[in-house]
Nanobody, 129 residues
Framework: QVQLAESGGGSVQSGGSLRLSCAASGHSSSSRCMGWFRQAPGKGREGVAG???????NYGDSVKGRFTISRDNTNNTLYLQMNSLKPEDTAMYYC???????????????????????WGRGTQVTVSS
């Protein structure tokens, strides 16, 4: 079992930045795929970014060039740096971990929620215009 705890959410104005953190505990492993997902009210869960144990990354189209995912394997922490935030980024953000990494045909971490086995409780991000 892996326990995940997100932090760093909050309220910012459009164009601002936030950095989310996700602390992993339990049977955490530096080889696991980790990811960030988000869910806005009335919408489905959307893949934001993913990273595998050697640093292969992938991003959702709506956040490319604005968000950066990274991990500190020494401290079992996952990060999401979010810049140039927009009101449409408003959502609950979830950290996730997978027992087995899944990749796209281009060897990018696949951003499907069904590929991830462990989930945090989420941290709210609200961006005002």
């Amino acid at each position: 079992q892996v326990q995940l705890a997100e932090s760093g959410g909050g309220s910012v104005q459009s164009g601002g930045s936030l950095r989310l953190s996700c602390a992993a505990s339990g049977h955490s492993s530096s080889s696991r795929c980790m990811g960030w997902f988000r869910q806005a009210p009335g919408k489905g869960r959307e893949g934001v970014a993913g990273i595998d144990g050697v640093g292969v990354k992938n991003y959702g189209d709506s956040v490319k060039g604005r968000f950066t995912i990274s991990r500190d394997n020494t401290n079992n922490t996952l990060y999401l740096q979010m810049n140039s935030l927009k009101p449409e980024d408003t959502a609950m953000y979830y950290c996730a971990a997978s027992d087995r990494c899944q990749y796209t045909e281009f060897y990018l971490v696949r951003l499907l929620s069904s590929d991830f086995d462990y989930w945090g409780r989420g941290t709210q991000v609200t961006v005002s215009s």
